[in-house]
């Protein structure tokens, strides 16, 4: 497969190794998280429509070995999609959503291991490396362990385990709201609006046109943009309704 054309750019306000050590943070605590949730609990509703915990988990295990692949196929200078077949995709996430919880945990946990010791990889890249995450959405591949805090963060959240958009602070906050923002940008029915962030983020997303300003912190903006939380703490949010962000 070729290289895939660089629609946009991501940028993420933090050099790799510090996200990394974010990343590693986040998901300790998401295993931690994990560990309480009983196998009665794994099988009852997220806060992910249509998705039990059990599917939020296998969610993330499969996607972090798809990341694991995918680094190590552009290190060796291929370009594949993250997932070359969104259907099986689909059907391991059903497969592995009828797993009990001690199996469900250890896949989380050995998945992310794995992961972690593959983005060691991104350091020998040579320049620019675009990679496709999904139709559309191309980042440079030293951006990838942003996007996987940002999974960890948002699925955590939908686990629904305690663990809220507000718990998410500093630098961690700040990234997930430049991800979202970049997802938002040409996602389609998206209203047109302009984010600033008490952090200092200035975006314009969605469609053409006026742009509504919505103010807020970082956290909160990402938990609204996302469609995980309420206009609570936001300014020029409340006549703007948003669908998840998955």
């Not at 290289?3 to 590693?24: C, N, Q, Y």
């Not at 995980?228 to 936001?234: A, H, S, V």
Request: aromatic share 4%.
């Amino acid at each position: 497969m070729t290289s895939p054309t660089r629609t946009d750019s991501l940028t993420i306000s933090g050099e790799m190794a510090e996200v990394r050590a974010v990343k590693l943070e986040a998901t300790q605590r998401l295993l931690g998280s994990a560990m309480g949730v009983s196998d009665e609990q794994w099988q009852s509703p997220s806060h992910l429509p249509g998705w039990t915990r059990a599917h939020v988990a296998t969610h993330l295990a499969r996607n972090a070995d798809a990341l694991a692949g995918l680094v190590k196929a552009v290190s060796r200078g291929e370009h594949p999609p993250l997932y070359p077949s969104i259907s099986d995709r689909d059907r391991e996430i059903e497969r592995g959503s009828e797993r009990g919880g001690l199996e469900l945990q250890i896949d989380l946990d050995t998945s992310a291991g794995r992961l972690h010791e593959a983005f060691d990889q991104l350091i020998s890249l040579k320049g620019p490396t675009p990679v496709e995450l999904a139709a559309g959405v191309v980042v440079d591949a030293t951006q990838l362990p942003a996007v996987r805090l940002a999974e960890v963060l948002l699925h955590h959240v939908d686990l629904d385990v305690g663990f809220g958009m507000r718990d998410i602070s500093g630098r961690a906050a700040r990234w997930l709201l430049e991800w979202v923002c970049f997802r938002l940008k040409h996602r389609p029915g998206t209203p047109a609006m302009r984010v600033l962030s008490s952090s200092g983020l200035s975006e314009r997303v969605g469609g053409s046109g006026f742009a509504t300003t919505i103010r807020g912190g970082d956290a909160e903006l990402a938990g609204w943009l996302s469609g995980r939380d309420g206009t609570d703490g936001l300014n020029g949010a409340e006549a703007i309704a948003l669908p998840i962000l998955g």
